[in-house]
């Protein structure tokens, strides 16, 4: 059983910056990031591979958002920069155990994720 526990979501106004952070209890996992929106599903927004080599994002977040991990802490983050209104959701951490060299796929997939936070709430008022 791997615990993530994520933090750093607030109220940030439209074109602000933010830093999630994602402490996890266990390493060597691939990382996700996934947000849901009130009456919408849950979404891919990034992930990262075990060794932090590979990156993945959803199409409207590339250039502003960047996944990063440090692995001598156990904790993945996700920077936002030029937030928009709708970036507005729960941003949810997981974890999954996906081979190195992988088809993105199975980074984008939350299916493979095994594990996941309680969730922190990103709110940007425009």
């Known amino acids: 059983q791997v615990q993530l526990v994520e933090s750093g979501g607030e109220l940030v106004q439209a074109g602000g910056s933010l830093r999630l952070s994602c402490a996890a209890s266990?390493?060597?996992?691939?990382m996700g990031w996934f947000r849901q929106a009130p009456g919408k599903e849950r979404e891919f927004v990034a992930a990262?591979?075990?060794?932090?080599?590979?990156?993945f994002y959803e199409d409207s977040v590339k250039g502003r958002f960047t996944i990063s991990r440090d692995n001598a802490k156990n904790t993945v983050y996700l920077q936002m920069n030029s937030l928009k209104p709708e970036d507005t959701a729960v941003y949810y951490c997981?974890?999954?155990?996906?081979?190195?060299?992988?088809?993105?796929?199975?980074?984008?997939?939350?299916?493979?994720?095994?594990?996941w936070g309680q969730g922190t709430q990103v709110t940007v008022s425009s």
């Open positions: 990262i591979s075990w060794s932090g080599g590979r990156t």
């Open positions: 997981a974890a999954a155990r996906i081979p190195q060299f992988s088809p993105s796929d199975y980074y984008t997939n939350r299916g493979r994720y095994d594990y």
């Open positions: 266990a390493s060597n996992y691939a």
